[in-house]
């Protein structure tokens, strides 16, 4: 149960201003969505609330504890991040790759113990990659590389959970388990925190909803007070219709 | 399969280099039985076969594998840090430093007063390379740390040259030129005493990188959010690299392509791992740099040939099969 909150955040690249005085906060047990335009911000975001960024100005807390004061080695293990479009650069089998997540939780010396070979067989099965499991990483499509990364990061169980675009390339019932598998860690009482352009796919399982435009939080709040058409239409700048009926919200783009 | 092969990796390359050693006290210009050895070593008498192995054989056998081992094992620590199956221990300027060190000290004539002056030269030239190149990129991530290497090598590079080319007299351009070409021939156990305390200390800090370079497979903010201090293990490749190779290459020369070549050996049994990658690399390094000095010692020929000359004749080929292997695998 870990609640992260952002207060005050500027972030610089270089002399450019990323994030700018940025205030939110991320509860146990909810789903967050961070949704914005391209280059918004969100990202940056992400990475300064995994406290793998330091920010220029403002705090980042780990309940009420300054995030530069965690040890590293308890952050990685409370916390998973998941970077967008991620990549495995030797042809380390799907296996190994799911196992990496565990890397904060070795002993000092030698390897894995066996004791934790259950939770990365339950990693791999979560996310429908029992047969997958010898496959060199290099050799997956974007879509089954997304699913292995998923698992990567949620082997070791993290009390928070951050992840940027975890969708991208993944075919619709995919993305859908995706989602689904993020919303029940969400349920256990894990803090997610996920950017996301699929807006359908926001309405489904948000709990709360972060609109980030230039830098700056526009709106944030429960899920249905900011995704509304006045909202996104000035988020994104095209007008939006909201339709919300019994088989859930629908959001559709009419520029 | 897999897992067969990397549990027998490690003991068939111990295996291996134990017969190569064997055989490398044993072969040379004279041969000795193994009976010869083991009765000049049980006897304190001197004889001439007992200084053959201690003074001649041992130091070199030693050397081999020391040098070996540690290119092994650099090339394996930075193909892990920059996730680039075309690394190699001269990549940041720690070679070429010692290389042009030893130049420096050839030229001016010091090896002349002082045996040692060459690899003396050598490790600091290897230190201050590295040393420069790590100040050029301080903060500033890992391909400024390559581009900062290959800035520092090309200006050892030009500094040999020059020496070359206004070398006093024919015989000190051709004294530089056979030491640049590597060489196990003549080292004694001064070579090792001066070479082994680096090489040892160096292999120590680049075995600590093991477990980030695994998690670094997936790229440097993964590792970062997996606890891994980057910029630690960064430091620690290459302190260990300027320490281990610059002395390897401060006694013996530049030999090239150990490093690059001894990895991808071991790496398909491996599964890939980077971080389980070190140990037999530096095995592997040691067995090439071995099977080279014996194949030096051994083939016909009126003039020795250079380790480094031959290990480049077989490495360069292999070179240019791995670059068309990784555009086919796309690995």
Redesign the interface.
């Known amino acids: 149960m870990s609640r992260l909150a952002l207060d005050d955040v500027t972030v610089r690249r270089g002399r450019r201003v990323v994030l700018d005085r940025v205030s939110v906060g991320f509860a146990p047990g909810r789903l967050t969505v961070v949704i914005g335009p391209n280059g918004a911000g969100k990202s940056t975001l992400l990475?300064v609330a995994?406290g793998?960024l330091p920010a220029a100005a403002g705090t980042v807390s780990l309940d009420d504890r300054p995030l530069t004061r965690v040890p590293?080695?308890e952050?990685?293990?409370r916390?998973?991040?998941?970077?967008q479009s991620?990549?495995?650069?030797?042809?380390?089998?799907v296996e190994?790759?799911v196992a990496?997540?565990l890397?904060?939780h070795?002993p000092a010396f030698g390897g894995l113990p066996a004791t934790w070979q259950p939770r990365i067989d339950a990693a791999l099965a979560r996310f429908d990659l029992g047969v997958l499991r010898d496959r060199?990483a290099?050799e997956l499509s974007g879509g089954e590389l997304a699913r292995v990364m998923l698992a990567?990061a949620t082997v070791g169980t993290p009390d928070i959970l951050i992840v940027d675009e975890p969708t991208a390339g993944l075919d619709p019932r995919h993305a859908l388990d995706a989602a689904r598998h993020l919303r029940a860690l969400a349920d256990e009482g894990c803090t997610v925190v996920v950017a996301l352009h699929d807006l359908d796919l926001v309405a489904r399982i948000a709990d709360d909803v972060v609109a980030v435009h230039d830098g700056r939080v526009s709106a944030s709040g429960a899920a249905d007070t900011v995704l509304t058409e006045a909202v996104l239409g000035d988020l994104y700048g095209v007008a939006v219709r909201v339709r919300r009926d019994d088989e859930g919200v629908a959001i559709r783009f009419i520029g | 399969m897999?897992g067969v092969a990397s549990r027998w990796l490690v003991p068939t390359l111990i295996a291996t280099l134990t017969l190569l050693s064997a055989a490398s006290l044993l072969a040379g210009s004279v041969w000795l039985a193994p009976g010869t050895v083991v009765s000049a070593l049980a006897d304190p008498a001197p004889s001439l076969a007992r200084l053959l192995i201690l003074e001649v054989r041992l130091p070199r056998l030693v050397l081999a594998l020391l040098v070996g081992g540690i290119l092994g094992l650099s090339g394996a620590v930075l193909q892990g840090l920059l996730?680039n199956p075309l690394a190699e221990p001269g990549l940041l300027g720690a070679s070429s430093g010692a290389s042009l060190g030893a130049v420096i000290a050839l030229y001016y004539g010091f090896s002349a007063s002082l045996a040692l002056a060459v690899p003396l030269f050598g490790l600091v030239g290897a230190l201050a390379a590295v040393g420069v190149a790590m100040a050029l990129s301080r903060n500033g991530g890992t391909l400024s740390l390559v581009l900062a290497g290959v800035a520092v090598s090309t200006l050892a590079g030009a500094g040999i040259s020059l020496a070359l080319n206004l070398a006093p007299n024919p015989y000190a351009a051709y004294e530089i030129m056979t030491w640049l070409m590597g060489s196990l021939a003549d080292r004694s156990w001064d070579h090792v005493v001066l070479a082994a305390p680096f090489v040892i200390v160096g292999a120590g800090l680049l075995l600590l990188t093991g477990?980030a370079l695994?998690?670094?497979?997936?790229?440097e903010?993964?590792a970062?959010?997996?606890?891994?201090?980057v910029n630690r293990t960064r430091l620690l490749a290459l302190a260990g690299t300027a320490l281990g190779v610059g002395a390897a290459t401060a006694v013996t020369g530049a030999i090239g392509f150990v490093g690059l070549i001894a990895p991808h050996l071991v790496?398909p049994l491996l599964?890939?791992?980077?971080g389980a990658a070190l140990v037999p690399s530096a095995l592997a390094g040691a067995a090439i740099v071995l099977v080279a000095d014996l194949a030096t010692r051994l083939l016909p020929g009126q003039t020795e040939l250079r380790l480094g000359v031959l290990v480049s004749a077989v490495g360069a080929p292999f070179f240019l099969w791995l670059v068309l292997h990784v555009r086919r695998t796309?690995?």
């Open positions: 990475n995994a793998l590293r080695a952050l990685a293990k916390r998973a991040y998941l970077p991620p990549r495995v650069d030797w042809a380390i089998s190994r790759v990496l997540g890397t904060a070795l060199p290099t990567r | 897999k996730r477990r695994d998690a670094l497979a997936l790229g903010r993964q970062e959010s997996l606890g891994i201090d790496r599964g890939h791992r980077p796309g690995a």
